[in-house]
């Protein structure tokens, strides 16, 4: 779970693997649920969404016969999945379920901001962290990325300078490359929208190559259209 949070997927995938085989040894088929949503996250990151989504409806079905309190965990994700694939009716649906949940805010505050809707986004952002103390870093990650995006969607460039500060801090102090590789994606946008497109663009090519170090094809694109976008603007068609 911690290494989900700091977007650890490779080590993630290694502590699932062992859970796995500790479930198979001891038939604790709960625990196998939990895991499964887990390791979904780390196929969805590397672009295996087909089978991210069978994992995550096997997940979804044991552990609402198993744990039903724990099915959250699984909806939660495939909620995510649906909004990554445009989905984003299905997953509007599977948050209407999950109201109490926590993390149901940021989900939204996602799913908004991909809908084309900054102003939802950015206040839903802002109420999650609102909810959440600066001292719950890897909880905050998610959150901050999308306000960030969303203020500079909205032109609230002043808004956005101490969200970019904290995503550089937790990039200096998390150090993981999806950390890093958000933080700087940040910083191009930022650079960007005040037109600094050299800079921009040497953000861009950063956090480019630590997304394909990370193989995180979906977020390695949209950085690319990003350092596009700057690329043009500098003439470099």
């Not at 649906?93 to 809908?115: C, N, Y």
């Not at 990039?171 to 958000?182: E, K, S």
Request: positive net charge; glycine residues 6%.
């Amino acid at each position: 779970d911690v290494c989900e949070r700091i977007r650890d997927f490779d080590r993630a995938a290694q502590w699932c693997a062992r859970v796995k085989d500790i479930a198979a040894r001891t038939r604790f088929n709960a625990l196998l649920g939990i895991c499964r949503a887990q390791y979904a996250s780390v196929l969805v990151w590397r672009g295996a969404w087909k089978e991210g989504e069978a994992e995550l409806e096997a997940a979804v079905q044991q552990l609402g016969a198993s744990r039903p309190a724990m099915q959250s965990e699984g909806l939660l994700r495939l909620a995510d999945l649906r909004r990554l694939q445009g989905r984003f009716d299905e997953a509007c649906a599977i948050l209407d379920g999950l109201k109490r949940h926590p993390q149901t805010l940021v989900r939204r505050a996602a799913l908004a901001l991909d809908a084309g809707d900054a102003a939802a986004a950015a206040y839903l952002a802002a109420r999650f962290l609102r909810n959440v103390p600066s001292s719950g870093r890897a909880e905050r990650i998610h959150a901050l990325d999308v306000l960030h995006r969303a203020q500079l969607a909205l032109g609230r460039r002043n808004e956005s300078i101490p969200v970019l500060e904290e995503l550089r801090a937790m990039a200096g102090l998390i150090a993981t490359a999806p950390v890093q590789a958000c933080a700087l994606a940040a910083d191009g946008l930022a650079r960007a929208a005040d037109g600094e497109y050299q800079r921009a663009r040497r953000s861009f090519e950063d956090a480019n190559d630590l997304y394909a170090k990370s193989g995180a094809p979906y977020e390695q694109a949209r950085v690319r259209l990003e350092l596009g976008k700057a690329l043009i603007a500098l003439g470099e068609q």
